[in-house]
């Protein structure tokens, strides 16, 4: 067989992935490290993407069939050459909350509808722009993700279930506790759950033996091994084969795109999973000397997938560091490991459904409490919050409103948050003030506003600005002390970028500089001068005319035009 599938990608893919002529003499060892790579992300793939889908709530099938769909369509379309797509940890929680809302049968709809989105996206060549989401806000929505994953699959590691998501689930915790401790079958579950994640945690570690066997499957046929000869009553998964688990979307489901909860919901599965599989390819690029992503290309690819999936009804996909971090590790050199491993992962679902049947659901609940810690940024969170403390603020805020809340809410807050973070720093202005002795800038007529009074006589002060505005004071009844004009002007420049959020500081700021000397205002630092605080500083100077009783000296030089940077 394996000559077989050999001659069918050497002439139809000539070796896809690579700049390698069909012909070229590496070409039959490339095959085999492709070959070899991909029996290892099958061994990986399928234990994970039947545990995604029974932590989804959908049948343990439906994993598979997104797998495949990954693998042999995803697989073969440009984009990424070495990342592998299936159903991913970090969707669970969403998909999760859409079955709860609106059944397995409407999973289909929202599906397609977020494929063909995708596919929209790629196509006007808004891949790229991904790459720019805050990376604050998906470490936060990682983060926030994984301890959702976490409090939900604690229930399963005890055979109970959980009373909802979120909040509740945390709440529920300490009842959990007691009723685990008072049942035997929960008890077994739960050594189960326990035992899979310590394998997970130290199968890496024996190097000889995960170079032969992934971490993922070790732990769930040991886990399978000890339930099988210990007899013990736990639950297993509950199989439906692959063709029953099937369910495309019905003219019913079309109807209801309309609804609004359905458009947040098709959004959320839209940005998240956009997200997660540029940033894996983005992070696979790292891992390998190969050709790089094509952003808008992936995009597509993706879509294309979720398309499919749509149709047959099955969990959306994404790219999926871990599979494609083992592809990577495994050797392979081009896309055909990944397609080659769908092929596998079909051959698996076809002949052998019935092997899924014996597979303890505990053990795929620690599998998938592992992965949950997983997303968890932990290491960074320390480093981040010494050096970019906002940047750390918006990571837990976005955790903890996908929490409490759900996963498209809580990301919207997130990236809220990030742009009104973004904006507060991006307004930072402040004031160098200089006095006697010290050589300011030479005053320059261009874009120069001087308010003063006029040459000709005792007519109203002029400057060459916008009209009175609703800041303009009116003229007040006691005059100040005459400007001291033998201590010099103070001078007093402005820098950054001036906007109405750092409004009230700037302005007492300028109310803080001596009464009765004369001030020159340096504008030629800013960057930026919106019309808020262009319309503020003149009239900050009409008003300090007025209560001088010699009014003689505020200039404003440099002005900016409004909008505009230096």
């Not at 309309?258 to 690029?285: H, K, P, Q, R």
Request: with cysteine; glycine share 10%.
């Amino acid at each position: 067989m394996r000559n077989v599938v050999e001659r069918i990608f050497n002439s139809r893919l000539g070796p896809p992935g690579t700049d390698a002529p069909p012909g070229s003499a590496g070409r039959r060892g490339t095959f085999r490290a492709d070959f070899t790579a991909s029996l290892v992300v099958f061994l990986v793939a399928v234990p994970l993407c039947v545990g995604v889908a029974v932590a989804s709530g959908v049948p343990a099938e439906l994993g598979l069939v997104t797998g495949i769909v990954g693998g042999l369509l995803t697989g073969l379309l440009p984009g990424s050459s070495l990342q592998v797509s299936g159903p991913a940890a970090g969707l669970t929680v969403l998909v999760y909350e859409a079955v709860k809302e609106y059944g397995v049968g409407a999973l289909g709809i929202l599906v397609l509808v977020a494929g063909l989105l995708q596919l929209l996206m790629g196509a006007l060549k808004l891949g790229r722009w991904f790459r720019a989401i805050s990376v604050a806000v998906v470490q936060g929505m990682l983060a926030g993700i994984g301890l959702v994953l976490i409090a939900g699959q604690l229930y399963a590691l005890a055979d109970a279930k959980a009373p909802g998501s979120g909040l509740a689930n945390l709440g529920g915790l300490p009842d959990l506790f007691i009723d685990t401790v008072g049942s035997n079958s929960a008890l077994a579950a739960l050594a189960i759950g326990a035992g899979t994640i310590a394998v997970l945690v130290l199968w890496p570690r024996w190097k000889k033996a995960a170079r032969v066997l992934p971490a993922p499957l070790a732990a769930v046929a040991l886990a399978t091994l000890a339930v099988f000869v210990l007899d013990l009553p736990v639950a297993r998964v509950e199989v439906q084969g692959l063709l029953g688990a099937i369910q495309p979307p019905g003219a019913d489901d079309f109807s209801r795109v309309a609804e609004f909860g359905v458009i947040g919901t098709v959004l959320a599965f839209t940005l998240i999973a956009s997200a997660e599989s540029l940033f894996s390819a983005a992070a696979v690029d790292r891992l390998h000397d190969g050709p790089k992503t094509d952003y808008d290309k992936e995009l597509m690819a993706q879509g294309a997938g979720n398309t499919v999936c749509g149709v047959l009804g099955a969990l959306p996909m994404t790219a999926v560091i871990v599979r494609s971090s083992a592809n990577v590790s495994a050797g392979a050199k081009t896309k055909a490991s990944r397609v080659l491993h769908g092929v596998w992962l079909l051959v698996f679902a076809a002949a052998f459904p019935a092997a899924l049947g014996v597979i303890p659901v505990a053990a795929l609940a620690g599998v998938l409490v592992h992965a949950g810690w997983k997303l968890m940024p932990l290491k960074e969170i320390g480093p981040l919050w010494r050096s970019h403390r906002g940047e750390a603020i918006v990571l837990a805020t976005t955790a903890i409103a996908i929490v409490v809340t759900n996963m498209f809410e809580g990301v919207l807050i997130g990236l809220l948050m990030a742009v009104a973070k973004t904006a507060w720093e991006t307004s930072h202005v402040h004031l160098e003030v200089t006095g006697d002795g010290i050589d300011g800038a030479q005053a320059r007529e261009v874009h120069s506003l001087v308010v003063a009074k006029s040459v000709h006589g005792g007519g109203a002060a002029t400057a060459t600005a916008p009209e009175a505005t609703a800041l303009d004071a009116p003229p007040l009844e006691a005059a100040e002390p005459a400007a001291d004009r033998t201590a010099g002007p103070v001078r007093v420049r402005a820098v950054g970028n001036a906007t109405f959020l750092r409004l009230p500081r700037l302005l007492d700021q300028l109310e803080e500089l001596p009464a009765d000397r004369e001030i020159q205002l340096d504008l030629s630092g800013l960057r930026h001068l919106d019309h808020a605080c262009e319309a503020a500083l003149l009239s900050w100077a009409e008003q300090r005319r007025r209560r001088l009783a010699e009014p003689a000296g505020v200039s404003i030089d440099h002005m900016p035009v409004r909008g505009a940077a230096s």
